[in-house]
């Protein structure tokens, strides 16, 4: 969780004073929003940024920390830290703020002293979207009591200020969810109204995943099955593994939906593709009964033997079930046959399955 709390904050970089960045700060930017990480091009752009640095420019410094977090150059966190500390000592306003907010994550986060990290975003004075920007992180450390004792109303209550300002950090809105609907000591929710309204502002925001969690939790607490699902297509769309199972889960059962067995037996084919076994459990038996479409019993069985050798517990079982049913097991050979040759159009490996 906190590793990819920091990824999304380095890589989204994108200093207060963007429109006078310098040449190197820009060019190395645009080469991390295209995820070109290697090679020559890649290196040209990091010895002009560590020049830049080491010339006194404070946006360079603060972008050469992040990179080096990342392990995208030599140096890890004591270089990161390195950079971070330099530039809250030359740079001015929000690049300095900046700083400070990235060493505060790493003390937090990562390794080192916690209580520092707090410590760093207390004493930061910052207006604006760095203020933002700061109190949710410091509402997320008071949250969770990472660097000192836990203040739960008040974390909370600082990253909803935050989310009022603007702030979009998705991972944060999710983990602040979250938090919310995990059990408490006495084993009851905090606020599934609290949870329901952070995913539904993240997934507004565009993350599936909270997408997802949003119509789940509709559900689980009596909410609209339709609205549910209409949540759960939009992750789906986007490629969310979890919401295509959800999809064809709903669309066989016709919860939220009209029942249709063909396009539920589709999401459970993109799903499969992706490499998730409980996809092609729930594929694979489609494919053998003939719900949804033609039976092919071959592959289905291919599909069942691929899930339950991943760990699917529910087709191991369903391989001796299905049988004693009246569906009875195609030749080995044409099983075998039948898998390579799904394999093969889905352009994944066995090994690839989970």
Known sequence: MFSTFLVAAALALQPAEAQ?????????????????????????????????????????????????????????????????????????????????????????????????????????????????????????????????????????????????????????????GDYWNDAGEDGARRSADDAMRLYKHAARLGSPSAAWRYAMLLLETGGSAQEAYAYVSGAAEQGFETAMISRAVMLATGEGVTQDAASARDWYARAARQGSAHAARGLGAMLVTGEGGAPDPATGYALLDIAARAGDEGAARLLERLPEDGHPLPDVADIEAAGRAWLTEAGIDVGDFE
């Open 20 to 176: 006078t960045s310098s040449e190197p700060v820009e060019t190395a930017m645009a080469l991390l929003n295209a995820g070109e990480l290697e090679g020559a091009g890649f290196d040209a752009a990091m010895a002009d940024l560590r020049g830049a640095a080491e010339a006194g420019d404070g946006e360079a410094m603060v972008l050469l920390g992040s990179i080096a977090r990342e392990g995208l150059i030599e140096g890890g966190e004591e270089e990161a830290r390195a950079w971070y500390e330099r530039a809250r000592a030359e740079a001015d306003g929000d690049t300095a703020g900046a700083a400070t907010i990235f060493l505060a994550l790493g003390y937090l986060f990562i390794e080192g002293d916690p209580a520092q990290g707090r410590a760093l975003l207390e004493g930061l004075e910052a207006t604006g979207d760095l203020a933002a920007e700061r109190d949710a992180y410091l509402g997320y450390d008071l949250l969770l009591g990472i660097g000192g004792p836990a203040d739960p109303e008040l974390g909370q209550a600082m990253i909803n200020g935050a989310i009022a300002q603007g702030f979009d950090n998705i991972v944060l809105v999710e983990t602040a």
